[in-house]
């Protein structure tokens, strides 16, 4: 099913996806995503969140944000994602 959306925002309880490390990923590719799910840093709700942007991506979607659901910024419906809100976000591309 082809979306024709630019843009997707999922929202959870972590600000964005999160490395090994816990630090917030600001930019990454539908690839990247895959490779977190295989080496397992990424679990639980997390892999199906990931799951739907790559799902979405392949579906026309031009780039999906995982926010903070509690803390998102709606403002980004509309705008373009700069580094300074990457920062507390995912941009999957």
Avoid: F, Q, W
Wanted: with cysteine; aromatic share 0%.
């Amino acid at each position: 099913m082809e979306l024709n959306a630019a843009r997707l925002i999922i929202a959870g309880g972590t600000s964005g996806v999160l490395d090994e490390g816990g630090a917030t990923i600001g930019r990454m590719s539908a690839r990247d995503a895959a490779r977190l799910i295989k080496a397992g840093t990424a679990n639980k709700g997390m892999v199906a969140k990931l799951e739907a942007c790559r799902r979405a991506l392949r579906g026309g979607v031009h780039e999906v944000l995982v926010v903070n659901g509690r803390e998102a910024d709606l403002g980004l419906l509309h705008r373009p994602v700069g580094r300074a809100a990457a920062s507390a976000l995912t941009v999957i591309a």
